[in-house]
Nanobody, 122 residues
Framework: QVQLVESGGGLVQPGGSLRLSCAASGNIFSIYSMGWYRQAPGKQRDLVALITSSGSTTYVDSVKGRFTISRDNAKNTVTLQMNSLGPVDTAVYYC????????????????WGQGTQVTVSS
């Protein structure tokens, strides 16, 4: 079993910053990526940013230049630095860990944190 523990969410004023952290533990192996997704009320869960174990990053267009994802592979943690926050960023943010096992077939397993609320409001 894999456990993802998130921290750093909260209430922030527009233009402010927050830093989300996620620590993975348990039966983790063959980590392909760690990342953050977010889900606003009534909307689907969408990718915000992810980083692979080799350091490649992916961002949704709406956060490019404002958010930065980083990872400490030794500690199995991922951090999302969020700057210049606006109300559109209000959502529950979920940490994601993807395991990838390659053999004759490729198996991918996704694990999710419980979610941390980010509210941007004045």
């Amino acid at each position: 079993q894999v456990q993802l523990v998130e921290s750093g969410g909260g209430l922030v004023q527009p233009g402010g910053s927050l830093r989300l952290s996620c620590a993975a533990s348990g039966n983790i192996f063959s980590i392909y990526s760690m990342g953050w997704y977010r889900q606003a009320p009534g909307k689907q869960r969408d990718l915000v940013a992810l980083i692979t174990s080799s350091g490649s990053t992916t961002y949704v267009d709406s956060v490019k230049g404002r958010f930065t994802i980083s990872r400490d592979n030794a500690k199995n943690t991922v951090t999302l630095q969020m700057n210049s926050l606006g109300p559109v960023d209000t959502a529950v943010y979920y940490c994601n860990l993807r395991l990838r096992v390659e053999g004759e077939r490729v198996y991918e397993y996704d694990y999710w944190g419980q979610g941390t609320q980010v509210t941007v409001s004045s």
